[in-house]
């Protein structure tokens, strides 16, 4: 049944908010299937539920039914305490705010998965500074996040996001902040980068100017999944 | 994570610097108005603290406090004398009289006479001459203080003149007698010198001043002299213990003090609360996205305690350091602030305060982070 290339399998998730008097229901028995190795997009119209989709993936939200495996993991049996330990292993995660902490060094900044795991800074920030070079930001390791551009923030955070070496990268409109250009870069970083043969990337977006990069894409609308399609040779291709 | 936490705070320039000032002032305002409360109403038992030797004083039975005397008779001295388990009993006189130089200064002060022949009851501590010198006739001892506000500028020097009620008394010896409540000098001379300069009375005698035998207990024996002679009988503990009292139960002083103590913790608390909150509230989202990635609520609120504390130990220290350096330099300043400082007990409280501020600053930031929902890192 369990399938080791599917990094995330979800199965019949539903996820509802109380709002007002009654409680109104945003995720509707969604299936999903997300392969190690591929960049995986989730695209759809504002308000379709995509965060609050691969917030469930991530082990942040509860969904309300419905089980979720990730990277082997039944997410959904553990114990917050577990899932806690769970994301700080197995997940990275990339924002639209970037959210980097303003007092740190891009360096720092990205060692914070490696410190919260136990590692002393000094190290952490050497193994982070390492990745940051790989990513053309060598020369801004010791600078903090307001003297940085947004795509460089964002490719701070994209090496804060697979420092740790985690089984899956979350990310969130990474480029919705950016110009179209500096989009492009930070997709073509983050590509490489996080991609791995072990690893999945989810990438959460509206812009259809960055669908090129993904390996499949998984197209939401109304809180389901419409269609699932891969790429070969540039097009995409639905899957049932 | 605790670097990163101190980095944080460190990070946020005007909000620290905001934070401990916060906290300093606040020690500062406690601690320095707490030490000279304490040292006001230490000063109103100075008398009681200088005569070393006595362990028991006593008195009228209403006497309340060592600044109002019911003058005893001579008599009452041999009675003292004649209870089992005195050492010793001596007279002891204290009242206030009025002095002048011969440059024509004149100044009320405070007239303590001591037993002719043992001297009794004299402060040990002398900055000039030798109490000794009190057997000379018409010689008195009096306090630094006195001598500098009856001859300012003029250096230190035994052998004036001065008169008290038309009689001459020479200046044998300045002491270093602890500062009085009232701040008029305190001059010492024979028991029998101040009834010359007083004048005699029927009752004249203020306080008889008494030693245990070795070995007897000093409350027991005062319950004795008070069984025996009717008289009001205290060791010198108690006796300080009751004029401090009087001055802190019968004066606006210690109203004064607290509600200067009271606005110091209020503004301490409201001022590092409302900043800690908002440093906390601004990184909200930070702590927020720290949660995402797997940092556990322990953690997070080990680095806001972290945070706290650190405020807390760096303001405290400031505030206790500037409360100390202001008595150091106070004293120098004014010879009428001497004997002011800071007690360790005051400094032990108000860490304690600074504490109970830095907890009720802190609680409602806690909350804050700890309800934060991870999922707000992906809000835009
Ligand atoms: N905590 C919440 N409480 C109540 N409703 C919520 C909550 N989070 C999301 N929703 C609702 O769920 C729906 C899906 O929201 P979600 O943020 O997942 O959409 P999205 O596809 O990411 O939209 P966008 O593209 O605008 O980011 C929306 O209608 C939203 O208002
Ligand atoms: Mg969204």
Redesign the interface.
């Known amino acids: 049944m369990t399938d080791p290339s599917m990094a995330v399998r979800c199965r019949g998730i539903t996820k509802s908010f109380p709002a007002g008097d009654g409680i109104v229901e945003v995720l509707h028995a969604i299936d999903l299937d997300i392969p190690a190795g591929e960049l995986t997009m989730l695209v759809g119209p504002s308000g379709c539920g995509k ?1 609050t989709l ?2 469930i993936i ?1 082990g ?2 509860g969904p309300t039914h419905g089980t979720v495996e990730a990277c082997g993991v039944p997410l959904t049996k553990l114990r917050d ?1 577990e899932k ?6 197995a ?1 990275g ?1 990339v ?3 970037y ?1 980097l ?4 060094t891009a360096a ?1 900044n990205a060692a ?2 490696l ?2 795991a136990g590692m002393p ?1 000094a190290k952490a920030a050497q193994q982070s500074a390492a990745i940051l070079d790989r990513i053309g930001m060598g020369k801004h390791i010791d600078k903090l996040p307001s003297q940085l551009s947004g795509g460089q923030q964002q490719r701070v955070a994209i090496a804060r996001a697979v420092v740790h070496a985690p089984n899956l990268v979350v990310c ?2 990474p480029t ?1 902040a950016l110009d179209a250009e500096t989009g492009q870069t930070v997709m073509t970083i983050l590509k490489e980068a996080a991609l791995a043969a072990d690893r999945a990337v989810i990438v959460v977006t509206h812009d259809n100017r960055i669908y090129h990069f993904a390996d499949r894409i998984a197209a939401m609308e109304d809180g389901r999944i419409r269609s699932v399609r891969t790429a070969t040779a540039g097009q995409f291709l639905e899957v049932a | 994570m605790n670097g990163v936490a101190l980095t944080m705070l460190f990070g946020d320039r005007a909000k620290y610097l905001g934070l401990v000032f916060g906290i300093a002032f606040s020690t500062m305002l406690m601690s320095n108005q707490i030490s000279i409360f304490a040292g006001l109403m230490s000063r109103t038992a100075s008398q009681i603290l200088d005569a070393r030797e006595a362990d028991i004083w006593v008195m009228d039975p209403r006497v309340l406090y060592v600044d109002e005397i019911e003058p005893m008779t001579d008599t009452q001295l041999g009675r003292v004398r004649g209870v089992d388990g005195v050492e010793w009993a001596v007279p002891f006189y204290k009242g206030l009289t009025v002095a002048h130089t011969q440059g024509g200064v004149l100044q009320q002060v405070i007239l303590l006479g001591v037993d002719d022949a043992t001297l009794v009851g004299v402060t040990p501590r002398m900055v000039l001459g030798s109490a000794l010198s009190l057997k000379q006739p018409d010689a008195i001892i009096i306090d630094r203080a006195g001598f500098e506000f009856m001859w300012p500028g003029e250096k230190h020097a035994l052998g004036k003149v001065i008169e008290i009620n038309d009689r001459r008394a020479v200046i044998v010896g300045i002491s270093e007698a602890s500062a009085p409540f009232t701040t008029f000098p305190v001059v010492y001379t024979k028991y029998s010198s101040a009834m010359n300069y007083i004048g005699l009375m029927r009752k004249q005698m203020s306080f008889v001043l008494v030693r245990a035998r070795p070995g007897e207990d000093p409350h027991h024996l005062a319950g004795r002299i008070a069984a025996e002679t009717g008289l009001k009988a205290l060791t010198w503990q108690d006796f300080a213990a009751a004029t401090i009292g009087y001055y802190i139960k019968r004066t606006g002083i210690p109203v004064n003090f607290g509600i200067t103590v009271a606005l110091g913790f209020i503004v301490g608390a409201a001022v590092v609360g409302q900043t800690f909150y908002i440093f906390v509230l601004e990184n909200l989202r930070q702590f927020g996205s720290l949660k995402a990635m797997g940092v556990s609520n322990m953690t997070i609120l080990r680095m806001v305690l972290l945070q706290a504390m650190v405020v807390a130990s760096v303001g405290y220290a400031f505030g206790i350091g500037l409360c100390a350096a202001f008595f150091e330099l106070t004293s120098r300043v004014s010879i009428n602030l001497r004997g002011f400082e800071l007690l360790w007990q005051v400094a032990l409280g108000t860490a304690c305060a600074v504490l109970v501020i830095i907890v009720i600053a802190s609680l409602a930031s806690v909350r804050k982070v700890m309800v934060v929902d991870p999922a707000i890192v992906f809000r835009g």
Do not use: G, Y
């Open positions: 965060t691969i917030s991530a942040i939200l305490s806690v330990a769970f994301r700080r292993k997940i995660f924002f639209q705010q959210n902490l303003p007092a740190l720092e914070i998965p410190v919260a800074m969130d409109e919705a």
